[in-house]
């Protein structure tokens, strides 16, 4: 970790101490990117806002931004929580006993491993890259997690280390596309394909999980109202969705991963750390990946090689139907959840038909995933 | 002179796959002497390198698409979903026709799992063509979904149906030799005349280096990525006979699992830049059966065959860090240093 932090600022000692005073004006500068549109972002970065200027624009142009705000930041995250709301009246209209408070909380309970997944997902998706690795990286924890506890080590231990491969992967894949500069696809295509290989390599057979710690995590029963009742996990991820939303609208590294979505160069030119924010991404989504490994751990008690084929295709499916742009610099965390929520809908609702098969999931979620990429290509065509 | 040969030959992009391909034969050779030995019985050719062609030839299919794919800047990842989608399609219609052993049932079978593969591929190419998706998460819809579809028409089982015609195509012989190879020598022939014999590969080299501009320049890049992406599925479809027929089984989960890597491993292998543009036939072929030996390799000198992923993602790593934009002004520098130190510098007109 600190060879990767230390790395860019040691590499580019000249620059690092000249835009020292620059760099917080344009982290005002990326906090302005972020809220306005590509144009904005780009109006700032190519044309080099003056020192004074961000001040005041940032002053007296407070309500013209909420206008644009409403007209445009969150129209995609407003559609997709009209579609959760429209799918959620539909379902308790058709089927009895759908309209219910522990329905709605269930899809907390079953979908929080892909929360963190799609937590994770988003930072990536944010600097405009891809993450195709996470399915596999879902899959190694529960095999680490299971084998380790079959051979007798300690709840806390087979997490710690759970959480150091998964990030230690992401953080390979961040300095592989780094260092070497490859497209994100390519790199974590491959990491998709390696860490499924070491899930063979444990064990090619499903590992079943009897530790009384994991157990007791998939019991538990944590009361939040009269009849309803939520799992750790959910808490775990909600926290994780939390940290997340901070990180992103209220540091420095939040702004510098909007900044790079809406332009490398600009956000370089900027003086912001982007290389290193680029490799720290994936490790966020490698940590998140390993989370939610547990998290399906505690979910399943079993490990299985083949288990979470095609998460990866949830993960991105719910954080473009959640409104973040394919081509980053627009999006949110929040929007993401939206996006899992939908997912764990439609699951539900598939469930709730009866007659409809398992498959018919992965049909309607590649369907839905089309429609809201080519939402979002007809928006973003429009907006130019 | 020879000294020159010699270095030409090292130059060529084909070298290293070659020596990998020898190295591994050789590997065999010495753990089991009879290795290449190769044996006609019944009229037909037998022996491990025919075993090594006839498991091959889906790779070298699936390979073939997707280095057109690939040499367009694009990729396909649901190769593997179309494999498994036209072996249950062309299973399911030859189970329900009344007579399985019918010719007639099983080359219809053969088109319409074609048909179908042609419908699933213009899919792809109209979402990365016309709609300007990016490739990888174009495919990917339909990398999750088809094996939705294929379970769908499977029903949830794994078919099994015994037709003799069908054997055939994976398993059965044409001229002493397997006919799958046949099937997979003919597409590639094919496609080597098609698009080395004509303008087509150089307008799909044009696409990949700069789609902009070969727009600009009049090449209808639309039309030629829509294609490939078609060609890319026929091939998998192809493929997808060719593996349900070896086992006489339709299995929506697993058939087909990671061939796409195996493909991207091939074309890779063979020097084609995933980042599009030149490509070479040849490459792939040699990549393809690289990896198959490979596999045949790690099943023959008792290791254990999981290991094989790792093995196979270690090899698609190490060598996209070697194309790597950055490795490749690095090697340019040595090779520029190393130029300048010889009193008598080598003359060579035209640097590769």
Known sequence: ?384 | MIAARLRDVFRSRLIWPVIALVALLVTNVIKSPGFLSIRVQDGHLFGSLIDILRNGAPIVLVALGMTLVIATRGIDLSVGAVVAISGAFALSIVGDAPDPNDLGVVLGAAAASIVFAIVLGSWNGLLVSVFGIQPIIATLILMTAGRGIAMLITEGQILTVSSAPYKVIGGGYWFALPASIIIAGVMFALVAILTRKTALGMLIESVGINPEASRLAGVSARVIVWTVYTFSAVCAAIAGLMISSNVTAADANSAGLWIEMDAILAVVLGGTSLAGGRYSLTGTLIGAFVIQTLTTTVYSIGIAPEITLVFKALVVIAVCLLQSPVMNTRITKMRMRRRRTPAVAPTRATVS
């Not at chain 1, 000249?18 to 306005?36: E, F, K, V």
């Not at chain 1, 709301?85 to 269930?106: C, D, K, M, P």
């Open chain 1, 1 to 384: 970790m600190t060879a990767t932090t230390n790395r860019p600022a040691g590499a580019e000692p000249g620059r690092g101490g000249t835009a020292g005073g620059g760099s917080d004006r344009a982290a005002g500068a990326g906090l302005l990117m972020s809220g306005r549109r590509r144009e904005a972002g780009r109006r700032a970065a190519g044309g080099g806002t003056p020192p004074g200027g961000s001040g005041a624009t940032g002053q007296h142009g407070i309500a013209e931004w909420l206008g644009a705000v409403v007209s445009s930041r969150y129209a995609s995250v407003l559609v997709t929580l009209a579609l959760l709301i429209v799918t959620f009246a539909v379902g308790s209209i058709r089927y009895e006993g759908f309209f219910s408070g522990q329905v709605a909380l269930n899809l907390f309970v079953d979908n929080a491993f892909l929360i963190v997944l799609a937590v994770g997902m988003t930072f990536v998706i944010l600097t405009g890259g891809i993450d195709l690795s996470v399915g596999s990286v879902v899959a190694l924890s529960t095999m680490i997690a299971a084998s380790l506890l079959q051979s007798g080590w300690s709840p806390p231990w087979v997490i710690l280390i759970v959480l150091i491969v998964g990030t230690t992967l992401g953080l390979l894949v961040g300095l592989v596309i780094y260092y070497f500069d490859i497209q994100p696809f390519i790199a974590t295509l491959a990491a998709m394909f390696l860490a499924r290989g070491f899930c063979y390599v444990i064990s090619t057979n499903s590992i079943s999980i009897v530790d009384p710690f994991f157990t007791a995590m998939a019991d538990a029963r944590i009361p939040v109202g009269p009849g309803l009742k939520i799992t750790p996990s959910v808490i775990v991820a909600l926290i994780v969705v939390a940290i997340a939303f901070v990180v992103l609208h209220y540091t420095r590294t939040g702004r510098t991963v909007y900044a790079i979505g809406n332009g490398g160069p600009s956000a370089m030119l900027m003086g912001l750390p982007v290389r290193r924010t680029k490799v720290l991404v994936y490790a966020i989504s490698g940590l998140c990946s390993a989370i939610a490994g547990v998290l399906f751990t505690f979910y399943t008690l079993s490990g299985y090689s083949l288990t979470a084929v095609g998460m990866e295709l949830d993960a991105i499916a719910a954080v473009v139907i959640g409104g973040t742009l394919l081509t980053g610099g627009s999006g949110f965390v929040l929007g993401s959840v939206l996006g899992v929520l939908v997912l764990g809908l439609i699951q539900t609702i598939i469930s709730f038909e009866g007659t409809l098969s398992s498959w018919w999931t992965r049909i309607v979620i590649g369907s839905l995933l089309l429609v809201f990429i080519i939402l979002q290509r007809v928006l973003t065509l429009r907006r130019r």
